[in-house]
């Protein structure tokens, strides 16, 4: 993740087959995105698969154009085993990631988080949080 060092970046959880929260999750992502763009804001993206095992870097991209014609500083990561992002997500972002054996739906947390240019999570935000873009553009200016 060198390219995201010395620079602000929102990061989110998400799986291509979900059947509830991440279309809304993306698309409110790529909402905000237009909207830094707008403001010309130097933030980066970065959406987490929480299911490595079928989210190929091929179907991530291809989600993404389901949402927006634009995937300039959006980074879609996989590539991890499903141990390792449950792990990283509780560790790095206390924050659960669970894929039971039952279900081809992966449980995981809803939120967005601003991290700074030190790499520190400097605030987190729910997703359907009322007013959620104007919040994320007030955390990203006082960075």
Do not use: R
């Not at 499903?82 to 206390?94: C, G, H, N, S, V």
């Amino acid at each position: 993740m060198e390219q995201l060092e010395g620079k602000v970046w929102i990061a989110d959880f998400i799986f291509t087959n979900c059947e509830t929260v991440c279309p809304p999750m993306t698309a409110k992502m790529a909402e905000l995105q237009q909207e830094i763009k707008e403001k010309e804001y130097d933030v980066e993206f970065v959406s987490f698969s929480v299911d490595p095992g079928n989210d190929t870097p091929e179907k991530l991209n291809e989600y993404l154009t389901h949402f927006t014609n634009n995937d300039d500083h959006w980074n879609v990561l996989t590539g991890y085993t499903q141990d390792e992002i449950e792990k990283f997500a509780l560790e790095e972002f206390q924050t659960l990631v669970h894929k039971p054996d039952s279900t081809d739906q992966v449980l995981h947390g809803v939120n967005f988080y601003v991290i700074n240019s030190d790499g520190v999570i400097v605030n987190e935000f729910g997703f359907t949080e009322p007013d959620l873009t104007e919040s994320i553009l007030k955390e990203i200016e006082k960075q």
